[in-house]
């Protein structure tokens, strides 16, 4: 009995680990600049590995391309009617893109 409780803590705290290793959340940061269809946004922290250039992510209700990083600072691309709908100084979320959305990612 203390043999399957051990097996059954090392299952669900290895399962853990790997949840909280994958499953990176949102991050968040402010547009500092416009131009265009592209939106530039610096990261509160540390950039995360998934926001890497040609991924596409989660942002303002649509899925931009991450088309550089520089620093802590993300460039998206959206559509041109979107980019300009986009206030300076406004708060943004960034979320990694599941892939399987039908938003395009």
Same mark, same amino acid.
Request: aromatic residues 2%.
């Given at each position: @009995?203390?043999? !399957? $409780?051990?097996? !059954?803590?090392?299952? $669900? @705290?290895?399962?853990? !680990?790997?949840?909280?290793?994958? =499953?990176? =959340?949102? %991050?968040?940061?402010? #547009?500092?600049? #416009?131009?265009?269809?592209? #939106?530039? %946004?610096? /990261?509160?922290?540390?950039?995360?590995?998934?926001?890497?250039?040609?991924?596409? #992510?989660?942002?303002? =209700? =649509?899925?931009?391309?991450? /088309?550089?990083? &520089?620093?802590?600072? %993300?460039?998206?691309?959206?559509?041109?009617?979107?980019?300009?709908? $986009?206030? /300076?100084?406004?708060? @943004?979320?960034?979320? &990694?893109?599941?892939?399987?959305?039908?938003?395009?990612?």
């Amino acid at each position: @009995m203390k043999k !399957l $409780i051990s097996l !059954l803590a090392a299952a $669900i @705290m290895t399962a853990t !680990l790997t949840v909280s290793a994958f =499953g990176a =959340g949102p %991050v968040s940061g402010k #547009v500092t600049k #416009v131009d265009g269809d592209k #939106v530039t %946004v610096t /990261v509160e922290g540390a950039v995360p590995a998934w926001a890497k250039k040609g991924a596409n #992510v989660t942002a303002a =209700g =649509g899925s931009p391309k991450v /088309v550089a990083v &520089e620093g802590n600072e %993300v460039t998206l691309k959206f559509s041109k009617a979107k980019a300009a709908k $986009i206030a /300076v100084d406004s708060k @943004m979320t960034l979320t &990694e893109c599941e892939g399987d959305e039908l938003q395009g990612c």
